[in-house]
């Protein structure tokens, strides 16, 4: 099963490598495809703040805590001085911070990373006797394809250092962005996340021994989709510099990660709001 669910995986990518070799080729009469990479040069800013909100106090959980960490952002505006058609970076959560290193028409591919908090049994009582899930580094790829103003994705994230046997997601997404002023654009993101087997025993299930430990009953959680979720983010350019965020999503828990009896709550919910500020080149 898992292993239909990354050729598939796969087979994605490669048609939206084939959608945006045929965009291009039918824009070719009219005028020129946008298309840059990271390595050719150009102009280079940075926008660096901090985010700060809240998100359940581990997934599944019914109760919530804060959160804040910096933000560093590098901003890439191609040779020209023609503004690329889409942001460089994309955000969509600490663990999954993604640099388009190559634009081809409406294809955007390159790698991601980020950062995962794992999880310890002392967030919640719920978690006593599980034992902790050691936090660490992300890392993985995506791909993008834009018609705007919408656009789908496809993305593998696997933490490599910590823990290293929590497995892998697939995030799938269908997204639309706007501007809604000279100042104000707004995001929405519909996605769904399929886990690996590995990621499942991490995070759901319960061994005999973590059964004898906490009292709840032995669980095993199999590879399938845990997810179906919506983001919604707001970006104003306070000034020229200084430009403001705010985010909010809701998922809900699906299949076995819904089921698992560490799972206080199925409906989870996060928000929050950044402030950043570019140095160099703003657009």
């Given at each position: 099963m898992a292993r239909s669910i990354t050729m598939s995986c796969v087979a994605g990518a490669l048609c939206l490598c084939w959608l945006a070799q045929a965009q291009a080729a039918d824009n070719s009469a009219e005028q020129a495809v946008?298309?840059?990479?990271?390595?050719?040069?150009?102009?280079?800013?940075?926008?660096?703040g901090g985010f700060a909100g809240f998100q359940p106090a581990y997934e599944g959980a019914d109760e919530y805590r804060f959160v804040g960490f910096p933000l560093v952002l590098p901003k890439f505006y191609g040779e020209s001085y023609d503004a690329p058609p889409r942001s460089r970076i994309t955000y969509r959560g600490i663990d999954d911070i993604r640099l388009t290193a190559l634009t081809l028409g409406g294809l955007d591919i390159g790698p991601l990373a980020g950062y995962s908090f794992g999880r310890e049994e002392n967030l919640a009582a719920r978690l006593q006797g599980l034992g902790d899930v050691d936090g660490g580094?992300?890392?993985?790829?995506?791909?993008?394809?834009?018609?705007?103003p919408f656009f789908v994705d496809i993305a593998y994230n696997a933490q490599i250092t910590g823990d290293s046997d929590t497995g892998h997601t697939w995030r799938f997404g269908l997204g639309m962005d706007h501007n809604l002023s000279e100042r104000l654009s707004m995001s929405t993101y519909?996605?769904?996340?399929?886990?690996?087997?590995?990621?499942?025993?991490?995070?759901?299930?319960?061994?005999?021994?973590?059964?004898?430990?906490?009292?709840?009953?032995?669980?095993?959680?199999?590879a399938g989709f845990k997810d179906i979720g919506l983001d919604i983010g707001f970006d104003?350019?306070?000034?020229e510099r200084v430009t403001m965020t705010t985010k909010a999503g809701y998922s809900r828990l699906l299949g076995d990660a819904a089921d698992s009896p560490v799972?206080?709550?199925?409906?989870?919910?996060?928000?929050?709001?950044?402030?950043?500020?570019?140095f160099g080149q703003t657009d």
């Open positions: 946008y298309h840059d990479s990271i390595f050719s040069g150009g102009r280079w800013g940075v926008a660096v580094m992300t890392a993985g790829g995506f791909a993008a394809y834009h018609f705007d519909l996605n769904s996340s399929y886990a690996s087997k590995d990621y499942m025993d991490a995070y759901f299930s319960v061994s005999p021994a973590q059964s004898a430990n906490s009292g709840l009953g032995i669980y095993d959680a199999g104003y350019r306070l000034t799972t206080e709550s199925r409906n989870q919910f996060f928000g929050g709001l950044g402030l950043t500020y570019t």
